[in-house]
Structure formats: structure tokens, C-alpha cells
């Protein structure tokens, strides 16, 4: 089965701080992806990678930025945390190589900024 | 660009109800549909999906069929159960474009099931 593991469950950082949050797929899925998950909003999506390297914004990557430098490995950066980015974060793999599109999800980060 | 539109909850059912959760789509070319799900402080599973018209979906009881015509991916169980309180959500899945194969979500329905 596959497993995308984030680094924390629960974090609290205070405002303005830099924070990273952490995700990995074991899978050698070639895309990642992460998305925050909001109240009445649903999923949004910020950032994602198709490749090493690789990265495409989403529809809300204002205040984030992302690094892949392993296929294994997307971390989401928050420059300067803001209260705001108060919310739940969800990172996910897919592959095309089986021709489907689903994507396989880790259990979630709830990031509370202070 | 592309859409998801469903049903607003919560929705609230007694046990053995029967369970509609309408889900409606605007995309250009032929999207992969899904529904999935999400269980109170998990990340997201996948309970069902459909890669093109007239296909359907299922998984744990639960059905959906792909159809074209309406644009719409309705999730349906005949007998719900209290374990099948949770979040769920429609997406979709454009092809090869410039996107890539991004999902677009909906924003979810909370189901509750009571005895």
C-alpha cells in the first residue's frame, strides 16, 4: 500500500516565525502535492511538483514556497508564519504510470500560528 | 477552469436511511471523477472512482455513476451506519493538459448518522 507520512500531526508556531512541514511517499509517486484544508472552503491547493526539482504554483501559494531535492520528499516552507495560515494541511503522491489519477493521502498537519 | 459543486451539510440520518450527496462538474476534455472520504482528524481515503462515462464506482456499499450528460457524480448508499459518519468529498481529475493531473475538490459534505 501507499504510505505518505507528514512529519507532525499537531504543531503550534508563533507569528512570524518559519516553518517547515514535511512529507513523504514511499511509492516513488512522481508527482506531489500540498493543499490546506479549510472550513466552507473545502481543499485548496497551493503548490505542486511533478518531478525533482519541479514546481508549479496552485491556486493559493501566496505566503508559502516549496523544495523537492528527492522524489521521496516535499517540504511546504512558510517564509514568515502569519495567523492566517492558521489550518489544517494535507499532502498527497500520485503516479500516472498505472493510468489513473487518484491521488493517496497523509493523515494531515493542523498548524495553529499564535 | 474546472469545478466541483456539492450538496452543502451537514446531513443528518438516522441508521439504515437511505444516502444521496449530489455532486456536480464543469471541466473541459474528459475528467477522471472520485469521491473520497475523510474520517474525523484523518487525511483523505479514496472510496470510489470512475475514469469515463457511464462508468460506476463502488466501494463499501456506497455507488456512483460517471454521467456525461448531466455533468454529475451523485454518491449513494442504500443503508447508511453510524461508522459511515465522516467528510466527504467530490473531485475530479483533468487529463494531460497544462494542468497536469490535478484534483479539483469540492467542499465537502459532513454526513451523521445516528441510531
Known amino acids: 500500500d501507499v504510505k505518505v507520512t507528514q512529519s507532525s500531526r499537531y504543531l503550534v508556531k508563533r507569528t512570524g516565525e518559519k516553518v517547515f512541514l514535511e512529507c513523504v511517499q514511499d511509492?516513488?509517486?512522481?508527482?506531489m502535492f500540498w493543499y490546506r484544508q479549510d472550513p466552507g472552503l473545502g481543499l485548496r491547493l497551493i503548490y505542486f511538483s511533478y518531478d525533482v526539482k519541479m514546481k508549479e504554483k496552485g491556486d493559493i501559494p501566496e505566503g508559502y514556497s516549496v523544495s523537492r531535492e528527492k522524489k521521496e520528499r516535499f517540504s511546504l516552507i512558510l517564509e514568515s508564519a502569519s495567523t492566517n495560515q492558521t489550518s489544517m494541511y494535507l499532502c498527497?503522491?500520485?503516479?500516472?504510470?498505472?493510468?489513473?489519477?487518484?491521488?493517496?493521502f497523509g493523515q494531515g498537519t493542523r498548524l495553529t500560528v499564535v | 477552469g474546472n469545478s466541483v459543486t456539492q450538496m452543502e451539510g451537514p446531513v443528518t440520518l438516522s441508521e439504515e436511511a437511505f444516502l444521496t450527496i449530489n455532486c456536480t462538474y464543469t471541466a473541459t476534455g474528459y475528467p477522471s471523477l472520485f469521491w473520497y472520504v475523510q474520517y474525523p482528524g484523518e487525511g483523505l481515503q479514496l472510496l470510489l472512482k470512475?475514469?469515463?462515462?457511464?462508468d460506476k464506482g463502488s466501494n463499501k456499499g456506497f455507488e456512483a455513476t460517471y454521467r456525461k450528460e448531466t455533468t454529475s457524480f451523485h454518491l449513494e448508499k442504500g443503508s447508511v451506519q453510524v461508522s459511515d459518519s465522516a467528510v466527504y468529498f467530490c473531485?475530479?481529475?483533468?487529463?494531460?493538459?497544462?494542468?497536469?493531473?490535478?484534483?479539483?475538490f469540492g467542499t465537502g459534505t459532513q454526513l451523521k448518522v445516528e441510531l
Open positions: 473531485a475530479l481529475s483533468a487529463g494531460l493538459t497544462g494542468g497536469g493531473n490535478k484534483l479539483t
Open positions: 498527497a503522491s500520485s503516479t500516472l504510470r498505472q493510468g489513473t489519477t487518484e491521488a493517496f
Open positions: 511509492m516513488d509517486h512522481e508527482n
Open positions: 470512475a475514469t469515463k462515462a457511464d
